[in-house]
């Protein structure tokens, strides 16, 4: 059980750690905002033959916004919060177990052989009971911080594409998406989008700690 549920508790941690941080080794010094990139246009397939305008396209690090934004760095506390106080349920229910396990060892010359094995077949059984709740509570808590992660990164991308309309950007991709060879770092409009999520964040932060009251009634 020990190897098997600090195989689970490396996995979760390792998922925690690494939420906010996947793209830390393709990590660039950020740049101060430059104009999109406009693609070459393509002539018109009309019979006037009249050349379209130009489209102007960028691209959006929706890594670098959960792991730079003020949402991000909340989420990230609390994050790690939930896996420490994880791992000290681990580190207690192993050390619970391993004194039972010493302490029933002690007995061996005591009880019966009989109730010696009824004794070991308790501890089994307790102990598959323990690692059953360890591993509801891992997958839990690792269901848990992708939903929130999930949750934050619509949040983002709709702040971003207000942020298209706004600019009159066409065309927004994801900067590390993997079917992307290349991209320039002219199309990146991180540094735009990252301010207005931040914005966002904070007006809404500003909202739930300010309810509106009901105006009281005249008599």
Same mark, same amino acid.
Not at 171 to 179: D, G, Q
């Given at each position: ?7 689970? #508790?490396?996995?979760?941690?390792? &998922? ?37 305008? /130009?489209?102007? &396209?960028? /691209?959006?690090?929706?890594? *670098?916004? &959960? ?22 349920? %681990? ?5 619970? #177990? ?17 109730? %010696? ?14 690692? *059953?709740?360890?591993? /509801? ?14 949750? &934050? ?9 207000? *942020? #298209? ?12 998406? !993997? %079917? #992307? ?8 409009? =991180?540094?735009?989008?990252? !301010?207005?999520?931040?914005?966002? %964040? ?5 909202? /739930?700690?300010?309810?509106? =009251? ?6």
């Amino acid at each position: 059980m020990k190897n098997r549920m600090a195989v689970g #508790l490396i996995a979760l941690t390792a &998922l925690a750690v690494c939420s906010a941080s996947a793209a830390t080794a393709r990590r660039k010094s950020p740049k101060s905002p430059v104009a999109p990139q406009a693609v070459k246009p393509q002539r018109s397939s009309v019979a006037s033959g009249t050349p379209s305008r /130009s489209t102007r &396209l960028v /691209s959006v690090d929706t890594i *670098r916004l &959960l792991r730079e934004s003020d949402a991000g760095k909340q989420l990230e506390t609390e994050i790690k919060q939930e896996v420490q106080e994880f791992e000290g349920y %681990f580190n207690r229910v192993k050390t619970d #177990l391993v004194s039972e396990k010493q302490s029933l060892a002690k007995q061996t010359d005591i009880l019966s052989k009989k109730a %010696f094995e009824e004794k070991q077949q308790e501890l089994a059984a307790k102990e598959r009971d323990m690692q *059953r709740e360890i591993e /509801s509570k891992r997958d839990s808590l690792a269901m848990s911080i992708q939903r929130r992660q999930m949750n &934050l990164r619509d949040e983002q991308l709709k702040v971003a594409n207000e *942020r #298209l309309a706004i600019e009159g950007w066409d065309v927004m991709v994801e900067k590390s998406a !993997p %079917f #992307l060879l290349g991209m320039s770092d002219n199309v990146d409009v =991180t540094n735009v989008v990252l !301010p207005e999520v931040n914005k966002a %964040f904070q007006a809404k932060t500003t909202e /739930s700690s300010n309810p509106i =009251t009901d105006a009281p009634v005249a008599a």
